[in-house]
DNA sequence: TTGAAAGCGGTACCAC
DNA sequence: GTGGTACCGCTTTCAA
């Protein structure tokens, strides 16, 4: 069933009952519920191929993930986005059109989804301080945001949480603690999001006068193995952190087993921050399934991300929107007082 | 730059010069040549809207995710799977219409695409053994094809790994190894790849004349918080098993907490068995990145479902394309001989 | 081998 | 308020 037969069903013209259905005010209303009716009864659902094309937009947007940081996807944090903005395009009618390239292929997949049009806009995600996705996307004009900050701080839109407040407030806490040999497990410190962490760690120490000891610290791709080999070398080492701080959910579970086979007991020996949501997969006694919707904060920016791109596709001539959420890395079961103290 | 100013500036017909785009035969081959060379040089991308409406296929495949089962999504096993078929759908020239939509919305998730024309076809994923998606699929019409197996064996296109037999050689394994007391820690047995597990290592363990303990046997959502929660449970017990077959990599994580944090050695006093992909990611001397393109069969078994369902779009009659993949659970550094041997 | 023209299924402008 | 109609940009007969 397409329009013109819904339309000669109902002896109106296409007009019409196109305005009808698109909500236009200057339709009669009993005409508009006429047609209302019709559809739904002949189960009309409009073409969206003819929609797109007519309407010259795609009412689709793209994310480009590559190969190379595949490792993103199985991270919570990702999928949970991912969560969040998908339910904002359902929403809105928006399709999410995700294009998995390998790595070296993403200019040439955004230049794509640019120039034959199958995407309104996309979303940036895990930027680097320069990311040259940046310049690229404003120069084929292409409407996105960017989850995340980079160094070009104004011309765009972005959101992000306050990681330099948030491990600062994280170190200062641990420092209440006692605690003096704090490791830091970083994601890779070429992504913006690690280096601000690295400066909130590191401003918390200098605070107190405690000199950042480089072998504590480091910085790659947040996995398991990772989160496990580095803690498991600085427990071994001679002289061990007493604490952690993981950059993610997954890092903190290499941590766990690694504090776990040294047989010492998280939360007692041994403390570990990471965000709310980490927590809760680190505890054994969660209350509930996983991303609900309200607890995560990670959804939620998701969600405000997918509204900011939907925002910028339909006024194009709004300026860039840019918004610092405060996330509080919060204490969990996980932690307690440094068992030095 | 669009069809008919590209005519126009070769001065030829649209017709001519699409037909020379795609490659039909009746072009003279200075034709084409002059042809694309005039493409390239004005970086000519044809409207995909436009193809699109024409053609009358949305040239897209959907994948349906329930809200519900987005712990699926932090599987790597799912984003595998999504990078295999991602490479293939981006090689054939369709994109990948993601829809994250609540436990619920999914039949009327599926009518939509269906109806609105914007996926020609949709993999399915994650089947329970009756999964009522099969018949919805087929009485709307829409191709698609399933990974994993559902009571339906013969009516539709699937690819499954052998689930029954890896288990069962996992476990036979583990028995030859010297274990007795070996637990399934397993995914929800609601889904048919579980039951299935299950039923391999009941089978082993029959084949010796052990009754298998309900004890050691748990199902549920394959989360790292589970696998610690269940085996820390065991290993406190009275009778704690001596091995562990994890369902998923986040459950092999879990596991590897609860035994560190009793103080065992993993491959030593405990065994952990889970497939490859797992393995290499609890050892902590990996030699390259995750998930490299020739290591994975997830990942070929995603591009071979995008491959198939593609198929499935081109050639409308084609009956129903089945295949079963033998994957064997391999034993890595994490697994031994049974202490009590 | 090439071109003219009729769709594909909507949207939106302009009359009435 | 409603209808006629010219697009949107490409594919695909049908004729030349």
Redesign the interface.
Known sequence: MNLKELAASLKLSQTTVSRALNGYPEVREETRRRVLAAAKAA?Y??????R??AT?R?M?VGHVVT??D??Q????V???F??GA??VY?REGY????????AGEEERAYR?LA????VDGVMVQSPRPDDPRIALLQEIGMPFVVHGRTTARDSHSWLDIANTTAFRRATDLLLDLGHRRIALLNGEEKLDFARRRRNGYVAALEARGIAPDPALIAGA?M???YG??RA?ALLDGRSPPTAFLASS?LVA??V????????L??GREVSLVTHDDVL???????DG???TATRSPIRAAGARCAEMLIGLICNPGTGPVQELWPVDLTVGRTTGPCPDT
Chains 1, 2 share one sequence.
Do not use: C, K
Request: a negative charge.
């Open positions: 189960n659902q409009p073409n969206s191929r003819a797109r094309l010259g795609a689709a190969l190379s595949q490792g996807m199985i991270n919570p990702f999928s949970d991912m969560a998908g339910e359902a399709d999410l059109v995700l294009s998995i390239v390998p794509q120039s034959n049009g199958s791709e996995t398991e193995a496990y080999a498991r959910v579970f290499g766990g087993r690694a504090v776990g086979e040294r047989g007991a998280l809760s997969y680190l505890s054994n006694d969660r399934p996983h991303f």
